[in-house]
């Protein structure tokens, strides 16, 4: 069975930084792209972040430069690094990767930007 453990959300004031993980089990990570996603309140899931096995990564554009996506395959570990928070940024961030023909999705970590 896959898992996907997102953590390190939390409330953060803008201006600030927060650096999440995306813990995978039950697969081999290394030849896994792996994805970040975000759901702010009432809004649809966006793509955050992209990275493949061999480190290429794509942000999306209006996080490109604030946001830095990066992976540890010896610890099964994906990781997104925010920094220059702002209340737009508020949301449950989801990570998720393809698995046998399937999407696997973690339950998400909730970052709250509010002074």
């Known amino acids: 069975q896959v898992y996907l453990v997102e953590s390190g959300g939390g409330l953060v004031q803008p201006g600030g930084s927060l650096r999440l993980s995306c813990a995978a089990s039950?697969?081999?990570?290394?030849?896994?792209?792996m994805r970040w996603y975000r759901q702010a309140p009432g809004k649809e899931r966006e793509l955050v972040a992209t990275?493949?096995?061999?480190?290429?990564?794509n942000v999306t554009d209006s996080m490109r430069g604030r946001f830095t996506i990066s992976r540890n395959n010896a610890r099964n570990t994906m990781y997104l690094q925010m920094n220059s928070l702002n209340t737009e940024d508020t949301a449950v961030y989801y990570c998720?990767?393809?698995?046998?023909?399937?999407?696997?999705w973690g339950k998400g970590t909730l970052v709250t930007v509010s002074s």
């Open positions: 998720n990767t393809n698995w046998r023909g399937s999407v696997r």
């Open positions: 039950g697969l081999n990570f290394k030849i896994h792209t």
């Open positions: 990275i493949t096995p061999d480190g290429s990564v």
